[in-house]
């Protein structure tokens, strides 16, 4: 097996002079003999968009695309272009066009590209138009919403925090249509937006929901407290928290919350059949069948309530039977290794877009010479963390291709080995979840704009046990050069 295909983790990609390819419809698709970049970007923007929704067609088979409109080009490095194509049908996609007629194109959904390569497809979208403020806040396509809101949010038009907010916790409600795919994407925005307006109660409770579908259920509770706090009479507040106590078993508390519940909104179906369970699991009966009845009077669709599931067994993962210690440290180290220089990939990306926005700061008018002087200090020092970046990025994919040679010294990226090898890679991505939560979960009980506090989230982060166990990876990379 050819480095192309590497293994689990790595996503179809160009990157650093060498295509890495995973054959799954999940992740990106490939399509040959398509139009090249140097023949693309002398076409009229009708034109690129009857090639690039072409492109679309013949990559993504249950995309329709019958008209795209086109961004400008994104990036152009050594003739590799990714395109943004926005489809009449309301579906974004991102595109790679190649260079070379003998490579391949790839093609991704919008969400895709986001959660698997770090491509913002959005990154340099700033154009607002009289009817983004609609699209971001009403359109019915999550694409069209995430797009319009990425544009209000960029284009540095406005200065009032309540508005920037609003549109962070728009983008939020749209990733989240993807569900699992978008659901970090979605607490992100809404983390961004109670920063920007901690008294936002609306984005204190999607904020919540995400959570609760996360399985943080402590972090949903106080989300909701504050909510409940900040908006006593909230419409749902109260039985998503009832909710919530109910899946913890905390019965009294839920019974209590899906009383407030229905004091709101008497014909609320599904607090009657939520409080059914509680008491049913209390051992009241009587008061359990009442509410059922209740429940099934104002809503005879609604199903029977049903007690929450008994806590899972997690089993711990069968050792892979002939893998020595070398090799699955090589393994772990592999994955970690993509996953660190995706990682800081994309934080380069997000401090350009930073840098970008700043700069343009500067040339406006009515900005201070004062704040642009502070502004140009920043930006030396967001330049300067920029640099940074790109060395450790480059360094932790130099490590992705030493585990590479050995993994393939060993005769592990063989097909039939491969089994041998997955439940390792299911261990980094649970360290790699970890050190989200870790930080994450540090940073929902900062103030907001506290550098200090967020600094201090990010060295909890880096010293938690599973974060030394991928940063170790350097060290395993030395030794094996």
């Not at 097996?1 to 990609?13: D, E, K, P, Q, T």
């Not at 699955?328 to 380069?348: D, I, K, N, P």
């Not at 491969?418 to 299911?426: G, M, N, Y």
Request: aromatic residues 6%.
């Amino acid at each position: 097996m050819s480095r192309r295909s590497c293994f689990m983790g790595i996503v179809a990609l160009l990157a650093w002079g060498c295509w890495l390819a995973v054959p799954t419809v999940t992740r990106a698709q490939l399509v040959m003999d398509s139009v090249v970049q140097e023949d693309l970007v002398k076409r009229d923007s009708a034109a690129q968009g009857v090639a690039l929704a072409e492109v679309v067609r013949r990559g993504w088979k249950n995309a329709n695309c019958a008209q795209a409109k086109v961004s400008l080009e994104k990036n152009f490095n050594g003739g590799i272009g990714g395109w943004l194509v926005q489809c009449a049908e309301g579906t974004d996609f991102w595109v790679m066009i190649p260079a070379d007629a003998k490579r391949a194109a790839i093609v991704m959904p919008c969400i895709m590209a986001r959660v698997t390569a770090g491509n913002d497809c959005y990154a340099n979208l700033r154009t607002v138009l009289a009817d983004t403020g609609a699209q971001c806040a009403k359109s019915p396509f999550p694409d069209r919403a995430i797009s319009a809101c990425t544009a209000i949010i960029q284009s540095g038009r406005t200065a009032d925090r309540r508005i920037v907010s609003s549109a962070y916790q728009a983008r939020g409600l749209a990733y989240t249509h993807y569900q699992k795919l978008g659901l970090p994407l979605a607490l992100a925005d809404f983390d961004h937006a109670v920063e920007l307006d901690p008294k936002n109660a609306g984005a204190l409770y999607d904020r919540a929901i995400a959570l609760e579908l996360k399985g943080d259920l402590e972090q949903t509770i106080r989300d909701l407290d504050e909510v409940l706090r900040l908006q006593p009479d909230h419409p749902f507040a109260s039985f998503a928290r009832g909710h919530v106590y109910l899946m913890k078993r905390d019965y009294d508390r839920a019974i209590g919350d899906f009383d407030e519940a229905i004091r709101i909104n008497p014909a609320s179906a599904k607090a009657y059949r939520e409080r059914a369970a509680a008491y049913q699991a209390k051992g009241e009966p009587a008061r359990a069948d009442a509410d059922a009845k209740k429940a099934a009077a104002l809503d005879p669709t609604l199903p029977p309530p049903t007690l929450p599931p008994p806590p899972p067994v997690v089993a711990p993962a069968p050792a892979a039977p002939g893998l020595s210690e070398a090799d699955h440290e090589t393994a772990y180290c592999m994955e970690a290794s993509f996953g660190l220089s995706q990682r800081y990939a994309r934080l380069v990306a997000v401090n350009r877009q930073k840098v970008q926005t700043a700069s343009a700061l500067l040339d406006r008018p009515d900005v201070p010479a004062t704040a642009k002087d502070q502004l140009r200090t920043q930006l030396k020092t967001m330049t300067d963390g920029i640099a940074a970046d790109e060395m450790t990025q480059k360094r932790w994919q130099g490590n992705v291709n030493i585990f590479l040679d050995r993994l393939k010294r060993q005769g592990l990226l063989e097909r039939e080995k491969l089994a041998l090898i997955k439940p390792i890679s299911e261990e980094f991505r649970r360290d790699e979840q970890a050190v989200s939560d870790a930080y994450a979960a540090c940073l929902r009980l900062c103030k907001p704009n506290d550098p200090w506090c967020k600094r201090t989230c990010d060295e909890t982060a880096r010293k938690s046990d599973a974060s030394r166990r991928m940063m170790a990876c350097d060290d395993v990379a030395a030794r094996l050069k």
